[in-house]
């Protein structure tokens, strides 16, 4: 069996589409060195997040959305659960979403985004890094385009406007004899078209391979893992897998502290259907596809599954 994939995207995307594209497939998943997020603002907001998180909980609570589903603002401890999970995951987090202007088409299915008083310079870092996730996002979906026989254009339309979420995303430490290997985040697959995850360096993220066996998915420093999500699993027939994966605590010192990630779900527009492209469906089993379905809705109905709407 091959490996994921470690590829540039600094390189000529020809050069890596088709072995970006046999990771997807095998995997659900691919490292992406090369991303052309500055360091320096990786740097920054990764210290405005744990300034954040340090706030005392009533100055964070002040931030929760009653009703809002955690789209925007912060989310405390035992919230969010895994589809079918049995108990809450052990993370608090912060919601950063698209930002349109008044009376734009799609600004029914956005609110506005809040932001905390208390870090100075939060907003000016987290929207220059929003664009920067973007920009990334969209060259991997050229190339996946290109691996799927498309014009590299393909997806630009699809995602413009998308109702994409960037999460600063906190772990406490765990205590006590069972610290290590603790289940932090239960296995669970991502909603979205595809996930670009910052912080993955340190170890713990784990997919499960179709032969039902834990696999732990290996970082260079300062790259990004790319996952695909439900929403492009369904357009593609299930060519590109939406993989289910995991966070576990590592072993060690490491068990013990706390753990910082950002990871960016990049959405189709709430407007586009999500009708399965020709080229992924069987000439043989023709009607062998999900039905068409906007990609707000399969939101929607994701979200209630995680107790989040």
Same mark, same amino acid.
């Given at each position: ?8 995207? *600094? @390189?000529? +995307? =020809?050069?890596? %589409?088709?072995? !970006? /594209? ?8 691919? &490292? ?105 996002? *969209? @060259?991997? +979906? =050229?190339?996946? %385009?290109?691996? !799927? /026989? ?8 699809? &995602? ?150």
């Amino acid at each position: 069996m091959s490996d994921i994939a470690v590829v540039s995207i *600094a @390189r000529p +995307l =020809e050069d890596v %589409a088709q072995e !970006l /594209g046999r990771s997807f497939e095998e995997y659900g998943f691919a &490292v992406i060195r090369d991303h052309g997020i500055p360091q320096d603002l990786i740097d920054r907001a990764e210290a405005m997040s744990k300034e954040f998180f340090a706030l005392p909980d009533a100055v964070k609570k002040a931030y929760h959305i009653a009703g809002g589903g955690g789209a925007r603002g912060y989310t405390p401890f035992g919230t969010e659960k895994a589809k079918d999970a049995e108990v809450h995951d052990l993370k608090e987090f912060w919601h950063v979403g698209r930002e349109l202007a008044a009376g734009h088409p799609l600004s029914e299915y956005m609110a506005a985004n809040v932001w905390p008083d208390e870090v100075e310079g939060f907003r000016e870092t987290f929207t220059a890094l929003y664009s920067a996730f973007e920009e990334a996002g *969209a @060259r991997v +979906l =050229e190339a996946i %385009a290109l691996h !799927l /026989g498309l014009d590299r254009d393909f997806f630009a339309a699809t &995602v413009e406007d998308g109702n994409s979420v960037m999460r600063l995303l906190r772990y406490p430490p765990i205590e006590g004899a069972h610290a290590e290997g603790a289940i932090r985040a239960a296995a669970h697959g991502d909603i979205n078209t595809i996930t670009l995850l910052l912080g993955a360096e340190e170890a713990g993220l784990e997919l499960l391979t179709t032969e039902g066996e834990w696999k732990a998915v290996e970082v260079p420093d300062g790259a990004l893992v790319i996952n695909i999500g439900d929403m492009l699993d369904r357009l593609t027939n299930g060519k590109l897998r939406s993989t289910t994966h995991r966070v576990v605590n590592p072993r060690g010192a490491a068990a013990y502290r706390a753990r910082y990630s950002m990871p960016f779900f990049l959405h189709f527009r709430p407007d586009y259907v999500i009708e399965t492209l020709s080229g992924c469906i069987d000439p043989a089993r023709p009607d062998d596809h999900p039905a068409p379905l906007s990609s707000h809705e399969f939101l929607l109905q994701r979200l209630r599954e995680i107790n989040l709407a």
